[in-house]
């Protein structure tokens, strides 16, 4: 009876995983298609997936690991924007390095880990409120830095951003010359963080212990897991990652501004639960995550590509498809009780 | 001696107490800053003066207030989708007043047919809300998350990209003045939407089971009251009072913003439930608490904009004010607090 149990529950994350990936296919695959003429097949489109995402990827990353201990955080998108706003301030009026830079983004990212993690692993204040007073806060504190948009014209934080890795294959263009594909290091920053984060969650006692106060908080006590102390980690790595990514944006966008990254919170939590990552708690992997963006990358492409559709088309799809992903994991979870309840009568 | 004690200690632990003394607080700062502050005077026929500023523009957010009130006792949540609703309802509202124009100096439509339909499209969202949470069981924030950021999306595309304009005199009246009355219409509304909840939850016996669905919802359809469908009904009227204030700030500016109407709202509504003395985790009530939160939120707004704090500045304060009341709020630290008191009581006892 226990070993069909625990089939039930893999069998239904495997299923959203693989719902994920299939959707992520089909949605490439019409894109591809669909806008064969407009380059949609070459391979620096799909790179420029990454490229363009590298920053949500990273904060995603952390977004699933405090979902996994059914927290969640929404300040990601205004803490972006201050590490943006931040960072080019710094360079631009204090005449400081970029890695000095680099370390006052973490730093920031770190201390909204501190101060959020400990109201809510601490005092047991709902997650959701108190990143919702992050998320002001952070937006707010950017408008005090400053409220016009500053760019940043940094030589070295340029040349981080412009540096472009090119790899051994390519397409030819119009005119029939070869362009090789690039990369940029920020991708490279963004997957080592999907790899590392994996393994941290699979194969080090403190993901085990996420995972057991994700599952069930009360039974991860009685086992000795100290919950509030492991929380308070979760809340500082994820504020960390979120400060990270947050700079990889700022790499990307090369300005900071007081609507920057608007709604990122929504994009981040959207990739989770669409990667299969349970609102519930318990369940989620990064890879799920990765895709989730993804398929956040492709709906952004195909309606830029497309052309006519306004950008808030990609807000209203996106939302549809969280929609979809959160009622389709509440009927998964709804099926799971009424087994095992149906078990225990027998 | 004793019953001045009694007394005070009566007065200190009414419910409302701590809201009241909020404002006050909030009060007392503009007096010493600004002496001519509780002024009132008549200009061109209608008051002017900070107060009648404040209680008029604090008169969205009290309507959204009591909505957000009755979501937070019946479900242990909050709505944080209010302002986006508040943007759709605006926009079906000036789409179907200008009948599709850009700007229209004629009503193109019925005014009460755009009224109806606005109400109608808020009350859908509040609907959509209320289906996720009560019968999906999904946590309030999250399935209010879905029309956080779709609904100004959705407002957008209502309104084709554009900010509707509806410059008919008429129109303005909601957000305005009626003929030669002197207070603010928008006060009215606020009033009237007030009392009609507040009557509809003290006459029938719908306050009571919003009580108690909040605070055990599972032994609440053990003595037979319909937890779902109470939960669902609060979401509707949540949406139905948002979609209300929408079309009032709209008036406001006799035009339907997309991107600007009820924005950082839902916080401030949150905001003014906490203030109110409500606890956030969902069980008994006061709207009244809510009621007196609102004005104070408004109030604080009006201080800080009088110190020159710029309108993106401000979701700091704000945001100090709400960490402050649910740390005080929190079981841990008042847990913190009694023990901090036993020990000084039995510390003073074993002195003796």
Redesign the interface.
């Known amino acids: 009876m226990e070993k069909n149990k625990t089939k039930i529950k893999r069998s239904g994350n495997a299923f959203l995983l693989m719902i994920t990936i299939a959707l992520f296919l089909v949605m490439y695959i019409v894109g591809m298609v669909v806008f064969q003429d407009k380059g949609f097949a070459k391979p620096q489109m799909f790179l420029n997936l990454f490229i363009s995402n590298a920053g949500l990827i990273v904060i995603g990353c952390g977004m699933t690991l405090v979902m996994i201990i059914r927290g969640?955080d929404?300040s990601v998108g205004s803490v972006t924007a201050l590490v943006c706003m931040s960072s080019a301030y710094v360079m631009e009026n204090k005449g400081i390095n970029a890695y000095s830079a680099l370390v006052i983004s973490l730093l920031i990212g770190i201390l909204f880990g501190i101060v959020q993690g400990y109201?809510i692993a601490?005092?047991?204040?709902?997650p959701?409120?108190?990143t919702?007073?992050?998320?002001?806060?952070g937006?707010?504190?950017?408008?005090?830095i400053s409220?016009e948009m500053i760019s940043i014209k940094n030589n070295l934080f340029l040349k981080w951003a412009n540096y472009k890795i090119y790899l051994p294959f390519g397409s030819v263009n119009k005119k029939g010359v070869y362009q090789p594909a690039y990369i940029y290091p920020t991708v490279i920053a963004a997957l080592l963080i999907v790899v590392f984060i994996t393994v941290l969650l699979k194969y080090t006692k403190f993901g085990r212990k996420l995972y057991a106060i994700g599952g069930n908080e009360q039974s991860a006590l009685m086992m000795g897991i100290n919950v509030r102390k492991t929380k308070l980690m979760a809340y500082i790595l994820e504020g960390l990652l979120a400060g990270l990514g947050g700079f990889l944006f700022c790499l990307n966008s090369s300005a900071g501004f007081?609507e920057q990254a608007k709604?990122m919170e929504?994009d981040a939590?959207s990739a989770a639960v669409i990667g299969g990552t349970l609102?519930s708690g318990g369940v989620g992997t990064v890879i799920g995550t990765l895709f989730g963006v993804l398929i956040k990358g492709t709906i952004t492409s195909l309606i830029t590509t497309q052309g006519t559709l306004?950008s808030?088309?990609v807000?209203?799809v996106?939302?549809?498809l969280?929609?979809f992903f959160?009622?389709l994991q509440?009927?998964i979870g709804a099926s799971k009780k009424k087994k095992n309840a149906l078990s225990l009568i027998r | 001696m004793k019953e001045i004690k009694i007394t005070v200690k009566n007065i200190t632990e009414h419910r409302l107490f701590m809201p009241f003394l909020c404002l006050a607080a909030v009060l007392l700062v503009n007096v010493l800053k600004t002496p001519d502050f509780f002024r009132i005077s008549m200009n061109n026929g209608v008051l002017y003066g900070y107060l009648v500023d404040i209680v008029n523009r604090a008169s969205e957010l009290v309507i959204l207030a009591i909505g957000m009130t009755l979501v937070t006792a019946a479900s242990g949540g909050q709505d944080i989708s209010v302002g986006a609703v508040m943007a759709v309802s605006a926009a079906v509202c000036c789409q179907i007043l200008s009948g599709g124009k850009v700007s229209a100096n004629t009503f193109e439509n019925p005014f009460l047919l755009a009224v109806l339909m606005a109400l109608a499209a808020a009350l859908l969202c509040g609907a959509f809300n209320g289906f996720l949470v009560a019968k999906l069981h999904i946590q309030p924030m999250v399935a209010t998350l879905i029309l956080y950021t779709a609904g100004r999306g959705v407002a957008q595309l209502i309104t084709k990209g554009q900010i509707t304009y509806v410059r008919v005199e008429n129109y303005k009246i909601l957000g305005g003045y009626i003929g030669n009355c002197p207070v603010p219409t928008p006060v009215f509304f606020a009033v009237a939407a007030v009392l009609i909840v507040y009557l509809v939850l003290n006459k029938t016996a719908l306050g009571l089971y919003i009580e108690s669905v909040g605070v055990n919802g599972l032994a609440s359809r053990l003595v037979g009251l319909n937890s779902t469908r109470i939960k669902f009904l609060t979401y509707v009227l949540c949406g139905g009072l948002a979609g209300f204030a929408g079309i009032v700030a709209s008036s406001r500016i006799y035009s339907a913003d997309a991107n600007n109407i009820g924005l950082y709202l839902e916080m401030d509504a949150i905001l003014a439930v906490a203030l109110g003395g409500n606890i956030l985790s969902g069980g008994r009530f006061s709207l009244f608490g809510s009621v007196i939160g609102a004005y104070t939120i408004q109030a604080l707004t009006t201080t800080l904009y009088a110190m020159n704090v710029s309108a993106d500045q401000l979701p700091v304060y704000k945001a100090v004010v709400v960490i402050i009341i649910v740390v005080l709020q929190s079981a841990v630290f008042k847990k913190h607090i009694t023990e901090l008191r036993m020990k000084k009581s039995v510390s003073i006892e074993s002195g003796r």
């Open positions: 969640i929404i109201l601490y005092l047991k204040i709902q959701f409120i108190v919702l007073a992050g998320m002001f806060f937006r707010g504190m950017t408008a005090v409220t007081v709604g929504m939590i609102l306004s808030w088309w807000r209203i996106l939302s549809a969280l929609c959160i009622v509440s009927l």
